[in-house]
């Protein structure tokens, strides 16, 4: 478990301003996105009683679309409040003009794909206390639509954070066009289901070892699998379940 210092807070803290200037992009920014998922694709969210209403939360969904990255915060954010709403997201989008000046004001915040950027990883375990954060465990989008095994830098997370963990499942999002399995733009109906708080305390009184934050990866992605058993009726296509913590080849 980590313990943040006073030099930590300087660099991780939100400051009020930036607090209260994000809020300001996310009023101007929703309406025509919640319009889009609302109305085109009747996005609807299940289960937002269990994300906390104060404090740190991380949200570990599956991820098949490039949509997911705006159709959780739709679902799930206040507008009105100006609780801040995180997410990592690879640095080489932050260079691409006017995307990277968006998803940063959105509430996202660079970190190095493959390869082990610890200080991402810890600014995120920093906001996971503090803020939500939404966390895609597989670390990429599925190609086929089945649950990959999720990573161990999650699970870390999840271990130094000791914050609550909301298992997270989107379904039908791998039908969007920019997926690599998706060619319908209108009609699909979205939905967002929030899960129950995973206990991970018996994980938690393990040794920090990468073995530990595979095993508690490993017990999110289960989760996940769960709820997509249990809503499979709500997917336009028989979902993939496979065993979603059993190693496999990543994807690209």
């Given at each position: ?6 030099n930590?807070e ?8 930036a ?5 300001f992009m ?25 994300i ?13 679309a ?9 679902t799930?954010?206040?507008r009105?409040?100006?609780?801040p ?22 509430g ?9 950027d610890?200080?991402a ?5 920093y ?8 966390l ?18 999650v ?20 039908l ?6 998706g ?16 206990d ?15 095993a ?18 709500l997917s ?9 913590s059993a190693?496999v080849?990543?994807?690209?």
């Amino acid at each position: 478990m980590i313990e943040f210092d006073d030099n930590d807070e300087r660099r991780f803290a939100l400051t009020p301003f930036a607090r209260r200037f994000a809020w300001f992009m996310r009023l101007i920014a929703f309406p025509p996105v919640e319009l889009y998922f609302k109305v085109i694709h009747r996005a609807r969210a299940i289960g937002l009683e269990n994300i906390p209403k104060e404090g740190g939360a991380l949200l570990c969904a599956n991820h098949q679309a490039w949509a997911d990255t705006m159709l959780i915060p739709v679902t799930c954010l206040e507008r009105w409040k100006t609780r801040p709403f995180l997410s990592p997201a690879k640095e080489e989008l932050f260079k691409v003009p006017l995307l990277g000046t968006m998803i940063r004001l959105w509430g996202a915040f660079p970190v190095k794909r493959r390869q082990r950027d610890l200080e991402a990883m810890k600014r995120i375990a920093y906001y996971a206390r503090n803020y939500p954060v939404m966390l895609f465990p597989e670390g990429t989008r599925s190609k086929t639509g089945k649950l990959l095994r999720g990573r161990a830098g999650v699970g870390w997370i999840a271990y130094s954070a000791r914050t609550t963990v909301i298992p997270t499942l989107v379904i039908n999002t791998e039908l969007y066009p920019t997926s690599r399995r998706g060619n319908r733009w209108f009609g699909v109906p979205y939905t967002v289901v929030y899960g129950e708080p995973l206990d991970l305390t018996s994980y938690y009184d393990r040794p920090e070892s990468k073995e530990t934050s595979q095993a508690i990866s490993d017990e999110i992605m289960r989760a996940i699998a769960t709820l997509r058993e249990k809503y499979k009726d709500l997917s336009v296509n028989p979902p993939l379940l496979g065993d979603p913590s059993a190693p496999v080849a990543d994807e690209a």
